[in-house]
Nanobody, 126 residues
Framework: QVQLVESGGGLVQAGGSLRLSCAAS????????MGWFRRAPGKEREFVAA????????YYADSVEGRFTISRDNAKNTVNLQMKSLEPEETAVYYC???????????????????WGQGTQVTVSS
């Protein structure tokens, strides 16, 4: 089992920044990678970014490339998502997820992930 707890969400004005964190506990040594997804009201869950625990390879959705940065702290079992130049349409619940192993649909496919956090609300005002 892997437990994931997100934090850092909140209200920010358009153009502002937020930093999300995801604390992982449990059998984290067995996980392959971590990802961030978001779900806006009335929309499908959307891939945002992902990172491998070993090597720290990173992947981003085209819509956030250059504005968001995913990072990990292996010693603390945390994964962070630094978000800059936020836009109102990026208002969503942001979820952290853990993938135990590589799958062909990783990193964008939600089904590639085995554990999910409860989510943290990010609201970007115009």
């Amino acid at each position: 089992q892997v437990q994931l707890v997100e934090s850092g969400g909140g209200l920010v004005q358009a153009g502002g920044s937020l930093r999300l964190s995801c604390a992982a506990s449990g059998r984290t040594f067995s996980s392959y990678a971590m990802g961030w997804f978001r779900r806006a009201p009335g929309k499908e869950r959307e891939f945002v970014a992902a990172i491998t625990w070993i090597g720290g390879s990173t992947y981003y959705a085209d819509s956030v490339e250059g504005r968001f940065t995913i990072s990990r702290d292996n010693a603390k079992n945390t994964v962070n998502l630094q978000m800059k130049s936020l836009e109102p349409e990026e208002t969503a619940v942001y979820y952290c997820a853990a993938a135990l192993g590589y799958r062909s649909i990783w990193p964008q496919g939600p089904m590639a992930y085995d554990y999910w956090g409860q989510g943290t609300q990010v609201t970007v005002s115009s």
